[in-house]
T-cell receptor
Framework: EPEVTQTPSHQVTQMGQEVILRCVPI?????FYWYRQILGQKVEFLVS????????KSEIFDDQFSVERPDGSNFTLKIRSTKLEDSAMYFC?????????????FGQGTRLTVV | GQNIDQPTEMTATEGAIVQINCTYQ??????LFWYQQHAGEAPTFLSY????GLEEKGRFSSFLSRSKGYSYLLLKELQMKDSASYLC????????????FGTGTRLQVFP
């Protein structure tokens, strides 16, 4: 069964450092997303990406965040200068389309710990 | 603002039926989703409702009333492995399908 894969599964970084979280969406999917979940809290939307550009972003997704699809398979989330409050589980998701085909498949997540 | 409410915790016994309710008030609506999330794992898709009524999928059913801003997830013949968090989420935008999640309902199934 096709799945969304994320690497690394865990990342520990020092405050102020840059991190890049990587995702390989399902190959025929066109819509890509990043969500995060702070421990014990709800899943929060960060950004959606379609046709090689950001289609929507949340208030959380400030100038420290960026996304990129550097090639035909990878989808990355970069945090330029990490803060302690960026510690969370980051989920990548992808969907084939919108409307009735818009079941979003989530990756297993990257647990980011900022120390 | 976006508001999605669901109970924080529920308990049930193996073999029983449980109903998890969700109410929502959102600026847009492009469907209501239920996801299952085991601790430390990714959310996995359970169901999607965009029209009023009941959608049945094996042991799981989901109901939607758009006029009431209300949905429920019904789990039948509960098994121990159903112990997980159940996340209610609203798709907000037709163009992007971003999901706004509720805080989730942690279900514990006891033998």
């Amino acid at each position: 069964e096709p799945e969304v894969t994320q690497t690394p599964s865990h990342q520990v970084t020092q405050m102020g450092q840059e991190v890049i979280l990587r995702c390989v969406p399902i190959s025929n999917h066109l819509y890509f997303y990043w969500y995060r979940q702070i421990l014990g809290q709800k899943v929060e939307f960060l950004v959606s990406f379609y046709n090689n550009e950001i289609s929507e972003k949340s208030e959380i997704f400030d100038d420290q965040f960026s996304v990129e699809r550097p090639d035909g398979s990878n989808f990355t989330l970069k945090i330029r200068s990490t803060k302690l409050e960026d510690s969370a589980m980051y989920f990548c998701a992808s969907s084939e389309g919108v409307g009735l085909t818009n079941e979003a498949f989530f990756g297993q997540g990257t647990r980011l710990t900022v120390v | 603002g976006q508001n999605i409410d669901q109970p924080t915790e529920m308990t049930a016994t193996e073999g029983a039926i449980v109903q998890i309710n969700c109410t929502y008030q959102t600026s847009g609506f492009n469907g209501l989703f239920w996801y299952q999330q085991h601790a430390g794992e990714a959310p996995t898709f359970l169901s999607y409702n965009v029209l009023d009524g009941l959608e049945e999928k094996g042991r799981f059913s989901s109901f939607l009333s758009r006029s009431k801003g209300y949905s429920y997830l019904l789990l039948k013949e509960l098994q121990m492995k159903d112990s997980a968090s159940y996340l209610c989420a609203v798709g907000l935008s037709y163009n992007t399908d971003k999901l706004i999640f509720g805080t989730g309902t942690r279900l514990q199934v006891f033998p």
